[in-house]
């Protein structure tokens, strides 16, 4: 599961969209919310990638909490072999 983040304002600036991202790893990890990965793509996009699609509802909790706004989120499908 990828959750996308809204950016912290329209013009944000990268360090602010990383601090962002690292505001969202210390809520999801205080929730026991097991993470895969998280980044910043261009045009100020950025996702958190949960390991597990049963911590959704716990991990848009925490964010919730946090006060990070989500975007969208996308499950992935299985690994292609």
């Known amino acids: 599961m990828q959750i996308?983040?809204?950016?912290?304002?329209?013009?944000?600036?990268?360090f602010e969209i990383d601090f962002q991202i690292q505001q969202a790893i210390v809520a999801l990890s205080g929730s026991s919310v097991m993470i895969?990965?998280?980044?910043?793509?261009?045009?100020?996009?950025?996702?958190i990638v949960l390991q597990r699609d049963t911590d959704v509802s716990p991990a848009l909790a925490?964010?919730?909490?946090?006060?990070?706004?989500?975007?969208?989120?996308?499950?992935?499908?299985?690994?292609?072999?």
């Open 4 to 14: 996308f983040l809204q950016p912290p304002s329209p013009e944000a600036l990268s």
């Open 62 to 81: 925490a964010l919730q909490l946090a006060g990070i706004r989500i975007s969208h989120f996308v499950t992935l499908g299985p690994p292609s072999g």
């Open 36 to 47: 895969g990965g998280a980044g910043r793509f261009s045009g100020g996009l950025s996702a």
